[in-house]
Every structure is written in structure tokens, then in C-alpha cells.
């Protein structure tokens, strides 16, 4: 009734080829905007910023970075974590080297030292693919994770090995230490999330992301075409990484505060963000913001209701959660293999007919 | 050398000119395998230049040949007068020459515009930078490129199709949006490696008109492999027929049906 293209003109290339064609489509992304902005702050406390808002906003920042690798690009990637690690470290060395310069600006130059590692790593993707390129940036996930253990240049010197966040902040506001409030440590990533966000988009609508995709659906096609392989492969890598940088930086200076490599940033992480860029929906940026939160939402949700409803044991609801998402994964991978994206795409193909069948 | 030589009259009135590509003593072996045997002939310009042969006799890797995606074992080839280096394909297409795929080609994930839009990427030149904020540059050319695409989408009439996923599409379709991809790019010879393979005749005649249109139209040099006769004989300007990697006739198409060499390459003679 309401979810109409009926009568929705477009008289120029640019509306026909925005973001959001569908009237209802676009004001329901404003809506979720000033939501986001307007209403979540306000009410936010710290168990919801840290269990559920936070890191599901910088999961989604991994998510979308692996995302253009992956889904768009179609290169395998398992180094992740890795590449989160650098991000952090870039960050905590920034922030400490120049503390008075803004933690905004760090972030960002973290996620440039990510896009300079990412591309290094990318380089043997010109040569092997598939299987062969996730064993090269397992490598990557490997190498990078002891380098930060084994160089204490990169820790300063700490006697835990540890790295820790010291304060700063934005207009005078604290964004990383222990004073930092809910709603400073939300809005920073809000923020930063959706600059991701809007850039992976406009990436990927157009040349860019047009090249991407050719080299993932066929590259020797690609190739004849006029693509250049090596460009391509490369600017993806760098992207991907540039986001995936800002998102460890992130998960380290507002996140966790204080981190151990090994631990924060361990092959775990790259299986969680690719799962959820897997579940979420492959070439989609809709999927990254869907995967990362099921994956976050899920074990919340399940341990509140385990522990706080039923009232069961915490270690044996932690390992039945476990075994609860796990097992959740699996089917859903069976009954809907390209992701949340796709169920939402569908869910829409019907919303457009309904309630009418025809 | 002298490329530009004159050019002549076609049957049907159109001028044909000067030499585009030439092609000289080719030779292309992989291994102990002989692909292709010193063969030379060239390509004029808005010519339709037809290669035909039995199954196996070498016509797609002249075709690869022609594309830069094979570089000759021996020979040269020539292009615009200039005598073309060891290229890597993509090089190859800045250079004005696209082409269709014997089995199709095509970005399935992608939707048909997307694919289209594909085929100009070597005309697009917006940065990296000002394609993530989508300002002025970006966008603007997006919708420049997007117009010219929107007149080939007309042009061999996919209006209705053109925000489908290719994946999607069924194969007569398919073939049409690959011929699209390779005009997007403005290509000054257009390669089609079998363009009408298994199609019904209604498809077939569809992309005989288009073909000739686009020939007639934008001057399109094409060289095209084809096995359906009627089609080639009606649609050529000139054939060079080859059997076991060696050409035996070249010229206009009434020629080449008299050949005797021909005539026992496709009814099977023993060779000694």
C-alpha cells in the first residue's frame, strides 16, 4: 500500500541512480538518521554502549572495510584482525607521539598506515587467488599479531605489554579514557560510521566499485575490457583496509581502552568479521550493517535471556551461547546463503506487490 | 610500410577505406601445437570482415590474435599504421579495439546498466578521492556516461531489462548485453566471436540488424567469426577462411564460395 514506485518519477540520471530510488526507501533512512542521532544519545547508558551500541558500530565499520574486499572485490582475506591490530597501534603510537594533535585526525592517519600495510599484503593476491590468497593473509594475521608482541617499540617499552589509551578528547568532550561518557564514546563512532558508510557507498556505486565487481564476477573478461588488474586488486585492498584500520583504532582508544594484541586482535576477530560480512550478505553494504549487528545482538540477547530470564548458570549459559549462535550460523547459512541482505531484498520484492498477490 | 592504401566500393554502395589492421605472417604455436600458420591479411576501415572455418581450424586465436590477448610466436601485427608491441590486454582496449565472447562474458552479479557502464570504464577518468565524496567530478561524469549508455541501451532496445541482474537474463539477451558492454566503449573495431551462436532465427535476424546498423552508423570496423553461412555471405564485406591454422581463401564472399579449397575444407577431402 504505502512501499510504491507507482507515480515516483525520475526525470534525470542522478535521482534514478540514487542510493535510495523508492520515496518510502529514502525517508526511512532519515528517519533511522535522526534516531540514530537524535534519540539513542539521549537515552543511552554505559551497559548499552558497551554491550550492544559501541561495538556494533565499529564492527560495522570492520564489516563494511572486508566487505568491499570480499563482497565486491572477491578477495579472500582471513587477516583481519590483523589489520585491526595495525590500525590500533597505529593509533596508540600516534596518540602518544603527538598528544596534541586530534584523536580524530590520528584515526584517520591510522587507517592510512592500515591502507599502506593492507596494500603490501594485498600485492600477492596479482598471483594466486581463492583458497591459495586466504592462506597468504592468514599469514598476514600471523606475522602482524607477533610483530606487536615481539617489538616493544610498538607498545612503548609497557612492562604488561599492554597498550593503553590515554585521555582525549573532541571540543572538550572526552572520547578515550576512563571519563569518557555513554554518549561520547557513541556519538564518536556514529560519526566515523557514517563516513564509512556514506564513502563505501559512493565507492562502490560507481567506477570504482564497477571494477571491483568485474574482477570478482570474471577478471580475465575484466582484463579484455580494459581493467587493469593490478589497480584494481590494489585499490580494494587499500580501502578495505583504510576502513578496517579506523575500525581497530577505534575498538582499541574508545572500545577497550587498553588492549593485548594477541588477545583484542587475534584470529578470532577475523573469523567474527567475516562471518558477519558472510551472514550480513556478500557485496552489499546493507549486509555489513546487518551481520555485525546479529553477531552482536545475538550472544546479548541470548545471555540476557539464559541468565536473566531462566536463570541459569553464567559458565553454562556462556558455553551453551556458544553452541546456540554456532549452531544459529549453520542454519541459516542453509536456508539463506546470500546473507540478511538478501532476505531484506526479498522482503522488499514482496512489500511492493503487497497486499495485492499480483 | 605503407598502411593507408585506397580503399574500394562494396556491393551496396558503401566506401570502405584505408588499411586499420594488418596483419602479417602470423604465427602462433603453444608447445608442439601449430595454431595458427603464417597467415597474413588485413582489415580495412568500417569494413566487415568475416574469418570462417571448420571446428579447430584456428579462427578464435586469430581472433585473440587481433584482441592482444594471444602475442604472435612470429609475425606482426600492425595497427593505425604502427606496428603493436607485446600489450597486456587491458592496454589493448585503451586502444579501441572491444570484443564478445564465444561462451558469454558477462559480470553476472552486476545489473545490465552496470555492465554497460563497464565497457566505458577506459573513457572514465574521475579519481579515486572524488568518487568516495561523490562531488561535482564523480557525479557529473557518471551522468554524462550515463546518457551515451542509455542511447545504446536504445539502440538494440534492452530499455526493459537494464536494471536486471545479468545473472538472470536468458542467453539471447545475454549476447545482446555483451554486444552493448563492447559499443559502450567506442570501440573503432568491434571483435564478436560467434555472435549468433545458438540462437533461433528470429535472434539471429534481431543481431544481424544490429550489426549492420551499428557498421552503417557509428563506421564500426567489425571482424566477426561466425558458422551460420547464409549469415556470413549476407553480411560480409570480405572472408578469410581458415583450415588447420593455414588460410585458403580470402576475398569477397561470392569468391570465396567458388574456391575450390574452400569448397573441400567444408565438404572434407583426405589431406596428403
Not at chain 1, 8 to 35: C, G, H, M, N, W
Not at chain 1, 106 to 131: C, E, Q, Y
Not at chain 1, 212 to 219: L, T
Request: hydrophobic share 50%.
Amino acid at each position: 500500500m504505502f512501499y510504491r514506485e507507482a507515480g515516483d518519477f525520475k526525470t534525470s540520471y542522478r535521482e534514478d541512480s540514487q542510493t535510495f530510488p523508492i520515496k518510502f526507501d529514502r525517508l526511512r533512512f532519515y528517519a533511522v538518521l535522526a534516531v540514530a542521532y537524535g534519540v539513542i544519545p539521549l537515552l543511552i547508558n554505559d551497559y548499552w554502549a558497551n554491550a550492544v551500541f559501541v561495538p556494533f558500530l565499529i564492527y560495522s565499520i570492520a564489516a563494511i572495510g572486508l566487505n568491499i574486499l570480499v563482497g565486491y572485490a572477491g578477495q579472500v582475506s582471513l587477516g583481519t584482525g590483523g589489520f585491526m591490530a595495525v590500525g590500533a597501534y597505529a593509533c596508540y603510537k600516534l596518540m602518544t607521539a603527538f598528544p596534541e594533535v586530534s584523536i580524530f585526525v590520528h584515526v584517520l592517519i591510522a587507517g592510512g598506515i592500515t591502507a599502506a600495510v593492507g596494500v603490501l599484503f594485498g600485492l600477492p593476491s596479482l598471483r594466486i587467488k581463492g583458497f591459495y590468497l586466504a592462506v597468504a593473509t592468514l599469514a598476514a594475521q600471523f606475522f602482524l599479531v607477533w610483530l606487536f608482541n615481539k617489538v616493544p617499540w610498538f607498545y612503548n617499552y609497557s612492562a604488561s605489554g599492554q597498550i593503553n589509551a590515554p585521555d582525549r578528547t573532541i571540543f572538550g568532550v572526552f572520547v578515550t579514557g576512563a571519563q569518557t561518557s555513554a554518549m561520547a564514546k557513541y556519538m564518536f563512532c556514529l560519526v566515523m560510521l557514517t563516513l564509512v558508510a556514506v564513502v563505501a557507498r559512493n565507492l562502490t556505486r560507481g567506477t570504482v566499485g564497477r571494477k571491483w565487481m568485474a574482477i570478482r564476477d570474471m577478471d580475465i573478461a575484466a582484463e579484455i575490457i580494459g581493467v587493469n588488474p593490478l589497480t584494481t586488486k590494489i585499490t580494494a585492498f587499500a580501502v578495505s583496509s583504510f576502513f578496517i584500520g579506523i575500525a581497530g583504532a577505534l575498538f582499541f582508544s574508545v572500545y577497550l581502552g587498553a588492549a593485548e594484541v594477541g588477545e583484542a586482535f587475534g584470529i578470532q576477530k577475523s573469523f567474527l568479521i567475516l562471518f558477519m560480512v558472510i551472514i550480513g550478505g556478500l557485496g552489499s553494504i546493507f549486509g555489513s550493517f546487518a551481520g555485525a549487528a546479529f553477531l552482536v545482538l545475538l550472544p546479548v540477547l541470548l545471555k540476557n535471556l539464559l541468565v536473566g530470564t531462566l536463570g541459569w548458570p553464567t559458565d553454562l549459559a556462556a558455553h551453551i551461547e556458544l553452541m546456540i549462535v554456532g549452531a544459529l550460523i549453520v542454519i541459516f547459512l542453509i536456508a539463506e546463503p546470500h546473507g540478511l541482505a538478501q532476505l531484506w531484498r526479498v522482503a522488499k520484492e514482496k512489500l511492493r506487490l503487497w497486499p495485492f498477490p499480483h | 610500410m605503407n598502411a593507408m592504401t585506397e580503399g574500394y566500393m562494396t556491393a551496396d554502395g558503401r566506401k570502405i577505406g584505408g588499411v586499420l589492421m594488418e596483419l602479417k605472417n602470423i604465427t602462433l604455436r603453444f608447445g608442439g601445437v601449430v595454431a595458427i600458420k603464417d597467415i597474413s591479411f588485413d582489415i580495412r576501415d568500417g569494413e566487415i570482415r568475416a574469418i570462417i572455418g571448420p571446428n579447430g581450424a584456428g579462427k578464435s586465436s586469430m581472433l585473440n590474435v587481433i584482441s592482444g590477448f594471444y602475442t604472435p610466436t612470429e609475425g606482426s601485427v600492425w595497427f593505425k599504421g604502427y606496428q603493436r608491441g607485446p600489450m597486456r590486454p587491458y592496454q589493448v582496449a585503451q586502444l579501441g579495439i572491444a570484443r564478445t565472447f564465444q561462451n558469454i562474458a558477462l559480470f553476472d552479479g552486476m545489473s545490465v546498466l552496470d555492465n554497460i557502464m563497464t565497457g566505458r570504464l577506459t573513457l572514465m577518468k574521475s579519481g579515486l578521492l572524488s568518487q568516495a565524496l561523490w562531488w561535482g567530478g564523480a557525479a557529473h561524469e557518471e551522468d554524462e556516461h550515463r546518457e551515451k549508455v542509455e542511447k545504446i541501451i536504445d539502440f538494440l532496445e534492452i530499455q526493459n531489462i537494464r536494471k536486471t541482474p545479468v545473472g538472470r537474463l536468458p542467453y539471447g539477451l545475454k549476447k545482446r548485453v555483451e554486444l552493448a558492454r563492447a559499443l559502450a566503449a567506442e570501440p573503432k573495431m568491434l571483435l564478436l566471436d560467434e555472435p549468433m551462436a545458438g540462437m533461433n532465427v528470429e535472434e539471429k535476424e534481431d543481431m544481424c540488424r544490429f550489426i549492420l546498423d551499428l557498421n552503417d552508423e557509428f563506421g564500426t570496423t567489425i571482424v566477426l567469426i561466425e558458422h551460420d553461412m547464409g549469415v556470413v555471405m549476407d553480411l560480409s564485406d570480405r572472408v578469410v577462411v581458415m583450415d588447420y591454422g593455414k588460410k585458403i581463401g580470402d576475398g569477397p564472399p561470392d569468391e570465396v564460395r567458388n574456391n575450390q579449397d574452400v569448397i573441400d575444407a567444408y565438404l572434407g577431402v583426405s589431406h596428403d
